[in-house]
């Protein structure tokens, strides 16, 4: 039950936290920069299509995958989990057909043993992240450490980010945006048509100034930097700039030299970018059901691809801990841009069901792509850890 009510503590952070989405997406066709649907307001079939169709509907970059593929072999036991939850038994169908899951991967000891597809997706189709793209960002945070671009995660923002300079992002570290305490003040409360969340990053405001920079310099200090975690899905994009401008690439070409490449992602990623052309460190990443898998197995592998060391050892091991109090009870809490549950996992979480969590101690992965009805919320975070359960029992 405790387990529970951490999850669900989490989801309806990000519910709010993450509205920001709405505002900060560019559509590919000009003449619908103001009527086109927000992403957040789609429903049924509009979410599966547009999901997993995003590149068609908004602006991205592509992320390239390399010449070989990670094979992911399929065990010779697969699993048919059972569960209890809300008074019944379900099976993994019930559930998905319930909850509008669109894929469902469980991979133990890095093999398949359970894989389902609904909506109308096939296991070549991709799918959008929403902030689970905030745990891809902080992997390349790492691999820019390992290449000698950011010197370390006590390195000033200011550093990577000069037009911060001044501003009440002035002693803030990198460190401290990847565990949300910059201290500087910010209203999530996407229901507020004046908060920050709605209004930041829309359009360019200053020439050859990133918009989410541009907003986001003009903040006033709240608390001392590192004191209180603040959920702030504008500074997941700044994170992103940051890992930008720190490497001189985009964070597409970085991510395909990074992970989809050495790592070998089956099929090429899409990377939603904000109205400044650069892409969301919070945000959007749309890829295979199966290449999610991959990501958690290269967080598993302490960040190797390819024999060779992308990230520097033992900084996945220090993102995935748990770095700061978040609210819930101890042990739970947040590492850097991931999630630190009670029951001895870690997950990356975006709204409308997306989660990649890992459990390690069982070297055992799960990964859900959905369509939620709503962002987040209680009995949706519930049953998805309900779900969670009967997976690793099914697995023992």
Excluded at 125 to 152: E, H, N
Excluded at 316 to 327: P, S
Aim: one cysteine or more; charged letters at 20%; aromatic letters at 8%.
């Amino acid at each position: 039950m405790k387990t529970l009510k951490l999850v669900a503590a989490a989801a309806l952070s990000l519910t709010t936290a993450l509205a920001g989405v709405a505002h900060a997406q560019v559509s590919v066709d000009p003449t619908k920069t103001v009527g086109i649907a927000s992403i957040l307001g789609w429903k049924g079939e509009e979410q599966a299509k547009g999901y997993r169709d995003i590149e068609h509907i908004y602006k991205t970059h592509t992320i390239a995958r390399g010449a070989s593929v990670h094979p992911l072999p399929v065990a010779a036991r697969q699993i048919a989990p059972t569960f209890a939850f809300d008074g019944k038994t379900w099976t993994i169908d019930a559930y998905m057909r319930a909850y509008r899951v669109s894929g469902l991967l469980v991979l133990k000891d890095g093999k398949i043993v359970l894989e389902k597809y609904a909506l109308g997706r096939k296991s070549s189709d991709r799918w959008t992240s929403f902030s689970v793209a905030k745990s891809v960002t902080s992997t390349l945070v790492g691999a820019a450490i390992q290449d000698g671009k950011i010197k370390s995660l006590a390195e000033p923002v200011t550093t990577y980010i000069p037009e911060l300079k001044g501003s009440a992002y002035e002693g803030v570290t990198v460190r401290q945006m990847l565990m949300m305490s910059s201290g500087v003040r910010w209203n999530e409360d996407y229901l507020d048509p004046d908060s920050d969340v709605a209004k930041a990053g829309q359009s360019v405001t200053e020439a050859g100034v990133n918009p989410m920079v541009s907003y986001l310099r003009k903040l006033p200090r709240e608390n001392p930097p590192g004191a209180k975690f603040h959920y702030n899905t504008g500074e997941t994009d700044l994170v992103g700039v940051l890992v930008s401008k720190a490497v001189g690439k985009s964070l597409a070409q970085y991510a395909s030299e990074k992970l989809w490449k050495p790592y070998g992602m089956e099929r090429d990623g899409i990377w939603m970018t904000d109205p400044g052309g650069q892409e969301r460190g919070g945000c959007c990443i749309s890829m295979t059901l199966r290449d999610y898998g991959r990501v958690g197995l290269f967080i598993a592998g302490d960040g190797m691809a390819g024999g060779k060391q992308i990230t520097p050892p033992g900084y996945i091991a220090e993102a995935t801990r748990r770095e700061i109090d978040n609210g819930t009870p101890a042990p739970g809490g947040y590492g850097y841009f991931w999630w630190i549950l009670d029951n001895g996992c870690y997950s990356g979480i975006g709204i409308f069901g997306q989660s990649v969590t890992l459990f390690p101690k069982e070297h055992l992965i799960i990964v859900q792509n959905a369509a939620w009805p709503k962002p987040g919320g209680k009995e949706l975070s519930a049953a998805r850890s309900a779900m969670w359960e009967g997976v690793r029992a099914a697995v023992r």
